[in-house]
C-alpha cells in the first residue's frame, strides 16, 4: 500500500487549504484512514480518521468545527478540507492507513511521506 499526500501550501490565518491523499495498493475501501501532523520539535499528534465505508468520522478538539474529512472509495482517495485556519495548525501532515480507523499512530500501518502547511499570521 502506497500513499502520496499533497495540498500542503502556505496560507494566511483565516484561511483555507484542501489535502489529498491518494492510496494505491491494496483494497483501499477495506481500509480505516487518518490524518495527523507534527509539528517542529512536537510529537505526531491524531487530526482526524474516517471508517474504511466513511459512515465514521472522528476529530480531534483542535479540529473539530473547523476540518472535514471524506473519503472516495471509487477513486482511492481521501481528503482533509480544512477552514479557518490559524497559525498553531502549521506542521507537516500526514495521511495514514490501517485496519481500524482511530486517534493512535500505532493504529496505522501504512504512512504517506507529509505535505507541509504553514499559516502565516
Known amino acids: 500500500v502506497q500513499l502520496q499526500a499533497s495540498g500542503g501550501g502556505q496560507v494566511q490565518a483565516g484561511g483555507s487549504l484542501r489535502l489529498s491523499c491518494a492510496v494505491s495498493?491494496?483494497?483501499?475501501?477495506?481500509?480505516?484512514m487518518g490524518w495527523f501532523r507534527q509539528a517542529p520539535g512536537k510529537e505526531r499528534e491524531f487530526v482526524a480518521a474516517?471508517?474504511?465505508?466513511?459512515?465514521?468520522?472522528y476529530y480531534a478538539d483542535s479540529a473539530k468545527g473547523r476540518f472535514t474529512i471524506s473519503r472516495d472509495n471509487a477513486k482511492n482517495t481521501v481528503t482533509l478540507q480544512m477552514n479557518s485556519l490559524k497559525p498553531e495548525d502549521t506542521a507537516v501532515y500526514y495521511c495514514a492507513a490501517g485496519s481500524y480507523s482511530g486517534s493512535l499512530v500505532g493504529s496505522y500501518d501504512y504512512w504517506g511521506q507529509g505535505t507541509l502547511v504553514t499559516v502565516s499570521s
Open positions: 474516517i471508517s474504511w465505508s466513511g459512515g465514521s468520522a
Open positions: 495498493g491494496r483494497t483501499f475501501s477495506s481500509y480505516g
